[in-house]
């Protein structure tokens, strides 16, 4: 079932995501929480990646999906999405990048944000297991702002050059 994304008014997106214990990673609820992002993100057209916060749960969690990935399968526009619990961002490049930013809960806003130009993030899978992914250029972007959903932090909080557009409609 497709949920609605918060949107920046929203008080659960200001808030801090508790971890995820150890022993629920693979819990059904929270099998049950990832398969409602996967399916939110995945209606999402302009959306690579979705925080738990995002969906109002309170957990730390982000789902990243397969339009982040450079090299993906282009015939399939949605490979398995990437679930990263309790994730940390473990090394992070001294050098950062100015890059263009939205989100999914601030419609239709984008600003220039500083980011890390690469970082490496420690976190578990939905089946328990730990790893360290490491990134560049969107994915190290998506996992910085996915993170900062789950302190609470919001990219307009940061941003620069903070600008409106209109709203695509639908004209047929």
């Given at each position: 079932m497709t949920l609605p994304?918060?949107?920046?008014?929203?008080?659960?997106?200001?808030?801090?995501?508790?971890?995820i214990p150890l022993e629920d990673l693979t819990a059904p609820w929270l099998e049950k929480i990832i398969k409602e992002m996967s399916v939110t993100l995945a209606g999402c057209v302009d959306g690579v990646a979705l925080a738990a916060?995002?969906?109002?749960?309170?957990?730390?969690?982000?789902?990243?999906?397969?339009?982040?990935?450079?090299?993906?399968?282009?015939?399939?526009?949605w490979s398995s999405d990437l679930v990263f619990i309790n994730p940390v961002i473990v090394r992070q490049s001294r050098r950062q990048v100015d890059l263009t930013e939205s989100c999914l809960s601030v419609r239709n806003y984008y600003g220039t944000t500083k980011r890390h130009e690469r970082v490496s993030v420690e976190a578990y899978d939905q089946l328990g297991h730990k790893f360290v992914r490491h990134a560049s250029g969107l994915l190290a972007q998506v996992f910085q702002h996915e993170i900062q959903h789950l302190d609470g932090v919001l990219f307009i909080d940061q941003a620069r050059d903070l600008h409106e557009i209109e709203p695509e409609t639908n004209h047929g």
């Open positions: 994304v918060r949107q920046v008014e929203d008080p659960v997106l200001r808030q801090i995501a508790q971890a916060p995002q969906i109002g749960e309170l957990c730390r969690l982000f789902i990243v999906g397969g339009r982040a990935f450079p090299n993906r399968d282009t015939t399939k526009p």
